[in-house]
């Protein structure tokens, strides 16, 4: 057995490292959704919501968000037209926290990682908050094709981009990158 142990110690040490900060990052942000109250939205989400009406705001006048008063979503109208909601699960935190808790695991040079991480989350944010403009702007001209963009195209968008990254990682910054380019 420690024979094994100390051929894939290397394996064994990533999964360790990534599960760890992923459950440690996840408890932190399941402990910020739990400081709001169950019909509440929480500031992030908010937050994103306000950035994707300012998007929209770019190509339509008629576009706002409303917060609903019982439930905890915004309201996303487009070119004055009723055509999304965004929840909590809209706001990317989880794929950010997927991103770090990868780069984490293969972590370079501590002042690399940092901004690495920095630079992909913002990068992730931003995507994520055109990602649902977006999508607004389709499911309004595209309506019937909703599911398919909201199940499909765009979870391929958001996660596609996070594994670029994870590849731009792991070949140039980590400590297993090549030293070679």
């Known amino acids: ?17 990534f599960f760890l900060t992923y459950i440690v990052m996840t408890f932190l942000y399941q402990h ?6 169950a019909n509440k939205i ?3 989400t908010r937050l994103v919501s306000k950035n994707t009406e300012q998007i929209l705001l770019f190509f339509s006048n008629g576009s706002w968000i409303e917060e609903s008063e019982t439930h905890p979503y915004v309201k996303l109208f ?6 999304a ?33 920095f630079g992909g989350s913002l990068l992730i944010y931003l995507l994520n908050i055109s990602r649902i403009a977006i999508l607004s702007a389709l499911i309004f001209n595209f309506p019937k094709q909703a ?23 792991v070949r140039k910054f980590s400590k297993y990158a090549s030293k070679d380019t």
Do not use: R
Request: glycine content about 4%; overall charge positive; charged content about 10%.
């Open 78 to 83: 487009y070119n004055q037209k009723y055509v």
């Open 42 to 44: 929480d500031s992030i």
């Open 85 to 117: 909601i965004i929840t909590e699960g809209c706001n990317a935190i989880s794929v950010i926290i997927l991103f770090i808790s990868f780069v984490i695991a293969f972590s370079g040079k501590f002042k690399t990682t940092l901004f690495f991480i």
């Open 147 to 169: 599911p398919f963009l909201h199940g499909v195209i765009f979870p391929l968008y958001i996660y596609g981009v996070v594994f670029i990254l994870w590849l731009i990682w």
């Open 32 to 37: 910020y959704l739990n400081s709001f109250a």
């Open 1 to 17: 057995m420690k024979k094994y142990f100390i051929l894939y110690k290397p394996f064994l040490l990533f999964l360790a490292t």
